[in-house]
T-cell receptor, first 112, second 112 residues
């Protein structure tokens, strides 16, 4: 079974600043994948970034990067140079041979 | 490439009725998953289909069912609707389970 925990229901950040969203997970699988998804208000869920658990190198996509600590089962998302368009609900998810399991989400507000 | 499409986008039903939701995955994607999203419960996994076979099922009552056709299109059915079934139903497709999932816009179901 997999569990994903996002302990920050809400966060806010000043425009152009950096923010880190936390996620911890637990899985019994040895081969799994981790994802961050973004769901803007009333809009479609989109993939932000993906990390294979077997890779030690942290994934990066433009202003988005992760800090993957496998031993600690931690998978945080760092957003650099925050923009107004980053305002959304962010979901951490874990998947492997079993279903994709989502956390409860973190609502990110960008302060102009 | 066209994205995941879901029809209808909005639906209003009354208690006791049944409903069928449709999902067309991205061309070439053979895995289709369904999720229920509510403010109180977050994102909950319903089921996953791959090549017309249900590979995984979440903890939902038997009133929730689904199927996948040979062209990978999928439908989910909810019988004997209850007020608590009001939710956003999301469909997601992927090449393989361990790959990232691409979400559709969802079907907003309201049960009165």
């Amino acid at each position: 079974a997999q569990t994903v925990t996002q302990s920050q229901p809400e966060m806010s950040v000043q425009e152009a600043e950096t923010v880190t969203l936390s996620c911890t997970y637990d899985t019994s699988e040895s081969d799994y994948y981790l994802f961050w998804y973004k769901q803007p208000p009333s809009r479609q869920m989109i993939l932000v970034i993906r990390q294979e658990a077997y890779k030690q190198q942290n994934a990066t996509e433009n202003r988005f990067s992760v800090n993957f600590q496998k031993a600690a089962k931690s998978f945080s998302l760092k957003i650099s140079d925050s923009q107004l368009g980053d305002a959304a609900m962010y979901f951490c998810a874990s998947g492997g041979n079993e279903k994709l399991t989502f956390g409860t989400g973190t609502r990110l507000t960008i302060i102009p | 490439k066209a994205g995941v499409t879901q029809t209808p986008r909005y639906l209003i039903k009354t208690r006791g009725q049944q409903v069928t939701l449709s999902c067309s995955p991205i061309s070439g994607h053979r895995s289709v998953s369904w999720y229920q999203q509510t403010p109180g419960q977050g994102l909950q996994f319903l089921f996953e289909y791959f090549s017309e076979t249900q590979r995984n099922k979440g903890n939902f009552p038997g009133r929730f069912s689904g199927r996948q056709f040979s062209n990978s299109r999928s439908e989910m059915n909810v019988s004997t609707l209850e007020l608590g079934d009001s939710a956003l139903y999301l469909c997601a497709s992927s090449l393989r389970r361990e790959y990232e999932q691409y979400f559709g816009p969802g079907t907003r179901l309201t049960v009165t």
